[in-house]
């Protein structure tokens, strides 16, 4: 009865690395959801993905980020080129199925990054 | 654009007192209201949830929520607190024509001392 598994928990990269964050959503949930949580604030939409199509990216930097969500496998947040301004919480949220008053999800424990 | 708007960013309780957080939003539409807890070192969980009906709403561990309208408020109240509800409170709002999309306050830090 797995719920929102992410994956590192923590992740340390020095700047210019590439950070790869890891979710695999509750089973049967087929819609996922990044956040990301810099530090004193709430969190923040980053992108909406549905398998194989990324819905709505619009919370997402337009550049070194991205996000996919394969057919098979894990939904990936990928940030290449890393900054210090990257360091946060990056959480990662599931739902069964969206649509008005339907929404409700599930989070998983997040990923901490830190750029030396 | 919405917002959700918590006043207190730290509070400090003893064992027993009354809590109250403040959640506020801007939106003037028709919107799902939620509040989620991060107990320290694990993921945020749903405490409870207004979609629609009655305005006070019941959650888990003895919190309840009162959805005023007419203020844009959805308070997080719990008569008495202990000290193993330390932890961080997220109120977030969903509006109806962006259903996915969930807007997160900023959070607050409750410590209750023994």
């Known amino acids: 009865n797995a719920g929102v598994m992410q994956n590192p928990r923590h992740l340390v990269r020095r700047r210019g690395q590439e950070a790869r964050l890891r979710c695999s959503p509750v089973?049967?949930?087929?819609?996922v959801y990044w956040y990301r949580q810099l530090p004193e604030e709430g969190l923040k939409f980053m992108v909406y993905l549905q398998k194989e199509n990324i819905i709505d990216e619009s919370g997402m930097p337009k550049e070194r980020f991205s996000a996919e969500f394969p057919k098979e496998g894990p939904s990936i947040l990928r940030i290449q080129q890393v900054v210090r301004g990257d360091s946060a919480a990056y959480f990662c949220a599931s739902s069964e199925r969206t649509g008005a008053g339907a929404n409700v999800l599930t989070f998983g424990a997040g990923s901490r990054l830190t750029v030396l | 654009a919405q917002s959700v708007s918590q006043h207190n960013h730290h509070v400090i309780l003893s064992e027993a007192a009354s809590l109250e957080l403040g959640c506020n939003y801007s939106?003037?539409?028709?919107?799902?209201l939620f509040w989620y807890v991060q107990y320290p070192g694990q993921h945020l969980q749903l405490l409870l949830k207004y979609f629609s009906g009655d305005p006070l709403v019941k959650g888990i561990k003895g919190f309840e929520a009162e959805f005023i309208k007419s203020k844009f408020s959805f308070n997080l109240r719990k008569p008495s607190v202990q000290w193993s509800d330390t932890a961080e409170y997220f109120c977030a709002v969903n509006a109806l024509d962006s259903s996915y999309k969930l807007i997160f306050g900023s959070g607050t830090r409750l410590l209750v001392r023994p």
């Open positions: 939106y003037g539409g028709t919107v799902n």
């Open positions: 089973k049967g949930h087929s819609h």
